[in-house]
């Protein structure tokens, strides 16, 4: 008897594992959600390269209270749209805004969707210049140097720190949930400096030396590419461009 509630206890906290992972875990050859707390998820899509090939993009999802903000679109139109729908039908949320990162694809590639649902989309003014320069898709609303953004009772924090990857780059905040969205001025453990032709190499260290002197705290970095860490993810990257 006893070794049958034992094989029944097992068997039944595989099946409970099992519904738990095919419930919060989202997969397609195009979309990857991976959730990083209870409400923060990271969306990973893809993007063709002339240097590195094809390259897994981060950007964030917050939800709370049935509401959801997107930090930086998929690298297109038509994997935002599958985002979306995930958010919308599957974790039943309305999206409330997008946040973009900086002015590259891997941050707005699919912002012209969002924009079609009329979902207000927020960069710093810097983004927004260089965005109209190059002919890429255009935030509407832009922001010197700090945004506070409500999602229900709970705040984000958007702020321009300074120049890294590119000299329009920010980072963002959830102090709830201690989770810093770092985009491409933060790099994944062990990365190289990838891209860097729009970047300030000599000031990207001082630019996130002062994020983490700001955010302290912080328990959950997702960087823009690669695997999310804890803070130590900022002192990498200072050290790669000491």
Same mark, same amino acid.
């Given at each position: 008897?006893?070794?049958?509630?034992?094989?029944?206890?097992?068997?039944?906290?595989?099946?409970?594992?099992?519904?738990?992972?095919?419930?919060?875990?989202?997969? @397609?050859?195009?979309?990857? $959600?991976?959730?990083?707390?209870?409400?923060?998820?990271?969306?990973? @899509?893809?993007?063709?390269?002339?240097?590195?090939?094809?390259?897994?993009?981060?950007?964030?999802?917050?939800?709370?209270?049935?509401?959801?903000?997107?930090?930086?679109?998929?690298?297109?139109?038509?994997?935002?749209?599958?985002?979306?729908?995930?958010?919308?039908? $599957?974790?039943?949320?309305?999206?409330?805004?997008?946040?973009?990162?900086?002015?590259?694809?891997?941050?707005?590639?699919?912002?012209? @969707?969002?924009?079609?649902?009329?979902?207000?989309?927020?960069?710093?003014?810097?983004?927004?210049?260089?965005?109209?320069?190059?002919?890429?898709?255009?935030?509407?609303?832009?922001?010197?140097?700090?945004?506070?953004?409500?999602?229900?009772?709970?705040?984000?924090?958007?702020?321009?720190?300074?120049?890294?990857?590119?000299?329009?780059?920010?980072?963002?905040?959830?102090? %709830?949930?201690?989770?810093?969205?770092?985009?491409?001025?933060?790099?994944?453990?062990?990365?190289?400096?990838?891209? $860097?032709?729009?970047?300030?190499?000599?000031?990207? %260290?001082?630019?996130?030396?002062?994020?983490?002197?700001?955010?302290?705290?912080?328990?959950?970095?997702?960087?823009?590419?690669?695997?999310?860490?804890? $803070?130590?993810?900022?002192?990498? @990257?200072?050290?790669?461009?000491?």
């Amino acid at each position: 008897m006893k070794q049958l509630l034992t094989i029944i206890f097992i068997s039944l906290l595989f099946i409970n594992c099992k519904s738990k992972k095919q419930t919060i875990t989202y997969s @397609t050859d195009s979309l990857k $959600i991976i959730p990083v707390t209870k409400n923060v998820f990271i969306h990973i @899509t893809y993007l063709n390269t002339d240097d590195f090939s094809k390259v897994e993009c981060n950007g964030m999802v917050y939800i709370n209270n049935n509401e959801a903000i997107v930090f930086d679109t998929p690298t297109n139109n038509i994997v935002s749209e599958e985002l979306i729908k995930w958010i919308t039908e $599957i974790k039943k949320c309305s999206i409330k805004a997008v946040v973009v990162n900086h002015f590259h694809d891997d941050c707005l590639g699919g912002l012209n @969707t969002f924009h079609s649902l009329n979902i207000p989309s927020y960069s710093s003014e810097k983004t927004i210049a260089l965005a109209k320069a190059n002919k890429f898709n255009i935030p509407k609303i832009g922001f010197n140097k700090k945004l506070e953004l409500k999602l229900g009772n709970k705040k984000v924090i958007n702020t321009y720190f300074g120049e890294a990857h590119t000299i329009d780059n920010i980072v963002s905040y959830i102090p %709830s949930e201690f989770v810093l969205f770092g985009g491409c001025p933060v790099k994944s453990l062990n990365a190289s400096k990838g891209y $860097i032709g729009d970047a300030n190499t000599k000031e990207w %260290s001082s630019t996130i030396r002062k994020v983490k002197s700001t955010y302290p705290n912080t328990k959950i970095v997702i960087p823009g590419h690669g695997k999310s860490g804890d $803070i130590t993810l900022l002192d990498y @990257t200072i050290n790669l461009f000491k």
